[in-house]
């Protein structure tokens, strides 16, 4: 604090480690990727440079682009259930503690078996393939959600509580004024997983669907290319879906910032 | 007149079968300063709970002659609370903290707001309503609990070792600045403190307890005049009464 001078710097210097460096990293590795298939001349349907891939995602765009919009419609409702279903089940779990011990036993069977595993299942009995694809999703991406949450109404502080108890306060109002704000930074927590397994929960089942999810998402156009031995088109989607996840990503580490930034410990710059 | 509130045999006997509080009689007049002075652990901030009605007392019970019948049921808005730790919801604002208890009781907006700026003004935060708990002092933040307290104009004020965590000075600070708000004011006040110094600069009336279980086992009435500002703080009386009150808490932890 006494050297006024040096806090600009310092935060230049962390915003040029935050993102100059690992751009850095990232430019070195595609050239010299794109080098190692040019000396060695590796044919393109072994292992494409990025150029070919970049020219390949231009000249798929209007075949690639629907898909993306397809699996983030499907990550992005999955997601929707889940916060709404996880968050309603982490009140209840909250409220009444017989509630959590029967049910919490089997939203953790539902989380450790693998999505995998259970997607042929739900493509069976599911006649609408959208709606599989959005039952696999949400199944991934509900549990963190859930669990996190559940840790977050009940660390509320027992002195809050006692005063509110003190002031006569209904069970809703413990929930509305203490538990909930209290909660809201092991909901973003959960969140911020949440979005990302959503992606890899409608990617997997859309793998699973095979040809029957035909004109459908990212998968699909992967499954595609690789029969046709399209290998740029196949690097292409792939590059779609890790960029989709990582928006996805940034998109709530934000949120959390915005939200959390004036009180919690996780999002507050530490000075000095 | 009758007194505020009245123990009569109470103790309590915790699930795990300690004996926390044991045999307590005892009446507190409306409008005194009284302080519950022990060592840690001998069940004063246990006496402070119960007459919160945060716990019941296992035997014996505890009476309000001094309060309306209609205020008697219920919540208690008759009682204001503050903790060892200023217990503020960090992601609220200053105001937002010491609105709480408005919230629950359901008060209007207007009402509201009038309350708590008077209790903003009466604690000396004027200008952080806005603020949010981490940005303010250990000090300031004890400041925004106590007036969170009062926001509800209570009768009763119940403290638990308020001042234990704070430095020296912020200490008689607050020391000074609560008792200003209380001769004003004329509420009750029930504090809890392991400070000799402490007790005797605020209250009428100090409990000395013993622990183990714990029981009072001395009434000493302090009879130094209020308004007692820094010159009290320095003054032989004050001296004196301090070394009565020392030694019969040495007593009480001997015995």
């Known amino acids: 604090m006494t050297d006024t001078t040096a806090q600009p710097k310092s935060r230049r210097e962390s915003l040029w480690l ?16 794109e080098t190692m298939v040019r000396v060695k001349e590796i044919p393109w349907y072994i292992l494409p440079g990025p150029l070919a891939i970049g020219e390949a995602m231009i000249r798929d765009w209007h075949m690639l682009w629907p898909s993306l919009v397809n699996t983030l419609q499907v990550t992005a409702l999955a997601l929707i ?6 968050f309603s089940l982490a009140v209840l779990f909250a409220s ?32 609408n393939l959208t709606m599989a694809l959005l039952i696999c999703a949400w ?16 660390s509320a502080d027992h002195n809050l509580l006692d005063l509110m108890r003190l002031y006569g306060a209904k069970r809703w109002q413990v929930l509305w004024f203490i538990r909930v704000p209290g909660a809201l930074p092991f909901f973003l927590g959960g969140l911020r997983i949440s979005g990302g397994l959503a992606l890899i929960g409608a990617i997997v089942a859309e793998f699973v669907a095979g040809g029957a999810g035909s004109g459908s998402g990212l998968a699909f156009r992967i499954l595609e290319a690789s029969y046709r031995l399209e290998i740029p088109r196949m690097y292409a989607s792939l590059f779609l879906i890790s960029g989709a996840g990582i928006v996805i990503f940034l998109a709530f580490t934000a949120l959390n910032h915005l939200l959390l930034r004036r009180w919690h410990e996780s999002a507050i710059k530490r000075e000095g | 007149m009758p007194p505020l509130v009245t123990l009569s045999g109470v103790a309590k006997r915790f699930p795990n079968g300690t004996l926390a509080v044991d045999r307590v009689d005892l009446a507190i007049e409306a409008g005194s300063f009284v302080s519950l002075l022990g060592p840690s652990g001998c069940g004063k901030s246990t006496i402070l709970r119960m007459i919160a009605g945060l716990i019941e007392p296992s035997t014996g019970r505890i009476d309000w002659p001094g309060l309306p019948e209609a205020t008697r049921a219920g919540g208690h808005p008759e009682l204001g609370f503050v903790f060892q730790e200023p217990t503020l919801m960090p992601w609220a ?8 208890p408005l919230r629950v009781s359901g008060a209007s907006k207007a009402e509201a707001d009038t309350r708590v700026d008077e209790a903003i003004r009466m604690v000396g935060l004027e200008g952080f309503a806005k603020s949010f708990p981490r940005e303010l002092s250990g000090g300031m933040k004890m400041r925004v609990s106590i007036a969170r307290a009062l926001v509800t104009r209570p009768k009763v004020l119940l403290m638990d070792e308020p001042f234990a965590a704070l430095d020296e000075i912020t200490r008689f600070k607050l020391n000074n600045d609560l008792l200003a708000l209380w001769q004003q004011h004329k509420w009750t006040v029930v504090f809890v403190t392991h400070s000799v110094f402490e007790s005797v600069y605020l209250s009428n009336r100090i409990l000395v307890m013993s622990a183990r279980p714990g029981r009072i086992v001395e009434d000493i009435a302090i009879d130094a005049p209020y308004p007692r500002d820094d010159r009290f703080r320095v003054s032989d009386a004050y001296g004196d009464l301090c070394r009565d009150v020392s030694r019969s808490l040495h007593q009480a932890i001997a015995a």
């Open chain 1, 96 to 127: 009444a503690r017989w509630i959590e011990l029967s049910l919490f036993p089997y939203a953790v069977i539902l989380q450790v078996t693998p999505i995998v595993a259970i997607a042929p299942l739900i493509i069976v009995y599911v006649d």
């Open chain 1, 139 to 154: 199944i991934v991406a509900f549990f963190p959600i859930l669990s996190n949450t559940t840790i977050g109404l009940n």
């Open chain 1, 81 to 86: 259930v889940a916060v709404l279903g996880g």
């Open chain 2, 93 to 100: 604002s200053v105001a937002e903290n010491i609105r709480l």
């Open chain 1, 18 to 33: 935050k993102v100059g460096a690992p751009l850095a990293i990232g430019i070195v590795v595609l050239v010299a990727w």
